[in-house]
């Protein structure tokens, strides 16, 4: 990968990061009754009180990070759009896997050290599926 092309990727990873933040940040309250639905545990606006702790959902929180990474990679490697389906079903299993993810720290995090540690764990768990998932689809 030259320099030009390593560019090229950010400016599409960035420019629709960007893109999804403001799409995805009014959505924060929803997203949050959602998990406080899931969880049983109270929502407050866009914070979810679960025992003593308060989690504040973020468009981070609902994998837009990963979602830019699987687009810009789309965008990146020219993939055919013929495969649609295919790219929404990955879209989807990514949000669906970080709603499973923000379900879990809530639910299961008894201080900040286990969050700290389970929330590295999962975040890491993301770039790693949509890349590989993109090179599957590459063949």
């Given at each position: 990968?030259?320099?030009?092309?390593?560019?090229?990727?950010?400016?599409?990873?960035?420019?629709?990061?960007?893109?999804?933040?403001?799409?995805?940040?009014?959505?924060?309250?929803?997203?949050?009754?959602?998990?406080?639905?899931?969880?049983?545990?109270?929502?407050?606006?866009?914070f979810v009180v679960?025992?003593y702790?308060?989690?504040?959902?973020?468009?981070?929180?609902?994998?837009?990070?990963?979602l830019?990474?699987?687009?810009?990679?789309?965008?990146?490697f020219?993939?055919?759009?013929?495969?649609?389906?295919?790219?929404?079903?990955?879209?989807?299993?990514?949000?669906?896997?970080?709603?499973?993810?923000?379900?879990?720290?809530?639910?299961?995090?008894?201080?900040?050290?286990?969050?700290?540690?389970?929330?590295?764990?999962?975040?890491?768990?993301?770039?790693?599926?949509?890349?590989?998932?993109?090179?599957?689809?590459?063949?």
């Open positions: 990968m030259s320099p030009g092309d390593a560019l090229t990727f950010l400016l599409y990873f960035f420019l629709i990061l960007v893109i999804l933040h403001y799409f995805f940040l009014p959505l924060a309250p929803w997203y949050a009754r959602i998990v406080s639905f899931l969880t049983g545990c109270p929502s407050y606006g866009d679960c025992g702790h308060r989690f504040q959902i973020l468009p981070e929180c609902m994998g837009i990070v990963s830019s990474l699987f687009f810009a990679l789309l965008r990146y020219q993939l055919p759009l013929r495969r649609w389906r295919v790219y929404v079903f990955g879209a989807l299993a990514l949000l669906l896997f970080n709603l499973m993810r923000v379900y879990v720290l809530v639910k299961y995090t008894s201080s900040f050290f286990s969050f700290d540690i389970l929330h590295t764990l999962f975040w890491l768990v993301d770039p790693v599926a949509v890349v590989l998932y993109v090179r599957w689809l590459m063949g």
